[in-house]
């Protein structure tokens, strides 16, 4: 049986409320959908957003990980299947952000995750890599535990030149800074899978995020900073990944990834 699986950072899910994220969540009917900067705790939203269901009219499981400051960050997953649990990182650090939500599914596990941004003049690139190497070690971890794992989110890094319209001009900026690329190579150099760019190896003129300035989007000048990652073993269920530039609502896309689920 397959499973797909998509991530989107929704630039505030009450606004993709507005722009048609419910309709569209019916319309793919996606087996399980990882969300970022929700920018909501759940008693904050409306009942269509805590309830919504595919097209057959089942109800989506949903679970939140919110962030302490009001309107910033947050992580949400929605599932057609029940996990077995879903859990923070537990770091007060990120989890007080809302940063990483994890959902257990027997053999693996699908987490959403919201990379910080390291912001202008790198002000929190050095919290910005204490998560990524949080997030690393969290992986490792569970390799040597012999646990599967798919890591969906807003990676805020594009990895390589091909991974963004403009690189010579974005070198000294958040999201392509060498302090981030380098841990991208670190996270790849351990194994883990960039799976979009298994199945498109030089592939250009892909991105998951415009700006909003300029016609960015337009003109298609953008960034490839949200992934599907997965660990080495995991490889071989794992039938496509794409990104799906055609949806509209944020100033990110979501990106799929379909998978042959064993269980």
Request: charged share 30%; hydrophobic share 35%; with cysteine.
């Amino acid at each position: 049986m397959f499973m797909r699986i998509l991530s989107w950072n929704v630039n505030g899910i009450r606004a993709g409320e507005k722009n048609g994220f419910i309709k569209w969540m019916e319309d793919e009917s996606a087996d399980i959908v990882c969300v970022q900067e929700t920018k909501a705790r759940p008693e904050q939203l409306s009942a269509g957003l805590r309830e919504i269901k595919d097209k057959n009219g089942k109800p989506y499981f949903a679970y939140w990980a919110s962030a302490k400051r009001p309107g910033y960050s947050g992580v949400a997953i929605y599932s057609r299947i029940e996990p077995v649990s879903v859990e923070p990182m537990g770091l007060d650090e990120f989890d007080s952000e809302g940063r990483f939500l994890k959902a257990d599914y027997g053999d693996y596990s699908v987490i959403s995750a919201y990379f910080p941004n390291s912001q202008d003049g790198g002000k929190r690139l050095d919290y910005k890599l204490a998560f990524c190497a949080a997030v690393l070690k969290f992986c490792k971890k569970m390799v040597k535990e012999k646990k599967h794992f798919i890591l969906c989110g807003d990676y805020n890094i594009a990895h390589t030149p091909i991974d963004l319209a403009r690189p010579k001009e974005n070198e000294e900026n958040a999201g392509y800074l060498p302090e981030e690329r380098a841990w991208m190579d670190s996270f790849t150099g351990a194994g883990f899978v960039d799976t979009f760019r298994h199945f498109h190896p030089g592939q250009k003129d892909h991105y998951s995020w415009w700006s909003y300035r300029l016609k960015a989007r337009e003109r298609n000048v953008g960034w490839r900073i949200d992934y599907h990652c997965v660990d080495p073993a995991f490889m071989p269920r794992v039938k496509s990944s794409v990104i799906r530039p055609e949806v509209m609502g944020s100033d990110h896309c979501p990106v799929e990834l379909e998978i042959i689920n064993e269980a």
